[in-house]
């Protein structure tokens, strides 16, 4: 349950406001993942990092912007979002993604983002 | 088109009851199939991870199916729980590094007393 966290829990932001999302794994992991979650669609993958450096950008609009200082921390910094935007934004990490073998996945508990 | 349909999309069944979740992919190629189940306001907790080889894979009251050739998955719940009502995900991998996760959209499931 502690293994990944995520601050704020919630957040409601207008579209000109500047915000940012936290994450934090007490896991030892190295590869860290943002992934969206609209009401009534599939899981999106937003970025993956894996040891700080991003290895995937899934097409994410540039109004999302990530960063990694190190392998036990992810910010997504939001700016000039739209309403549908709003969604639950979930953190998770996994051991390293340049291994090998079978990568299990931790989530965090997201952030319910509305933007107004 | 790589795609994970579940079914059904919510189901309702008094507790100790048991059910099946299903899941149909057309993921290729095809790595492990993976079961998480998410509470509301939580993020997803893994219960199963399967490969190619694997058909059956149990984790306490979860029992997950694979038939590969058919491309189906089931998710069997024994005796239900009060706190199993949550939403079940069906991921489907083409790697093993999950640098390819298809998600399904989950089964909502209510468990009632």
């Known amino acids: 349950e502690t293994g990944v966290t995520q601050t704020p829990r919630h957040l409601v932001m207008g579209m000109t406001n500047k915000k940012s999302l936290k994450c934090e794994q007490h896991?030892?992991?190295?590869?860290m993942y943002w992934y969206k979650q609209s009401a009534k669609k599939p899981l999106e993958l937003m970025f993956v990092y894996n040891f700080k450096e991003q290895t995937e950008n899934n097409s994410v609009p540039s109004r999302f912007s990530p960063e990694c200082p190190n392998s036990s921390h992810l910010f997504l910094h939001l700016h000039t979002l739209q309403p549908e935007d709003s969604a639950l934004y979930l953190c998770a990490s996994s051991q390293d993604r340049s291994r090998g073998g079978i990568e299990e996945q931790y989530f965090g508990p997201g952030t319910r983002l509305t933007v107004t | 088109k790589n795609q994970v349909e579940q079914s059904p999309q919510s189901l309702i069944i008094l507790e100790g009851k048991n059910c099946t979740l299903q899941c149909n992919y057309t993921v290729s190629p095809f790595s492990n199939l993976r079961w998480y189940k998410q509470d509301t306001g939580r993020g997803p907790v893994s219960l199963t991870i399967m490969t190619f080889s694997e058909n059956t894979k149990s984790n306490g009251r979860y029992t997950a199916t694979l038939d590969a050739d058919t491309k189906q998955s089931s998710l069997h719940i024994t005796a239900s729980q009060l706190s199993d009502s949550a939403s079940y995900i069906c991921v489907v991998s083409a790697n093993q590094a999950g640098t390819a996760l298809i998600f399904g959209k989950g089964t909502t499931l209510s468990v009632s007393s």
């Open positions: 896991l030892g992991h190295n590869a």
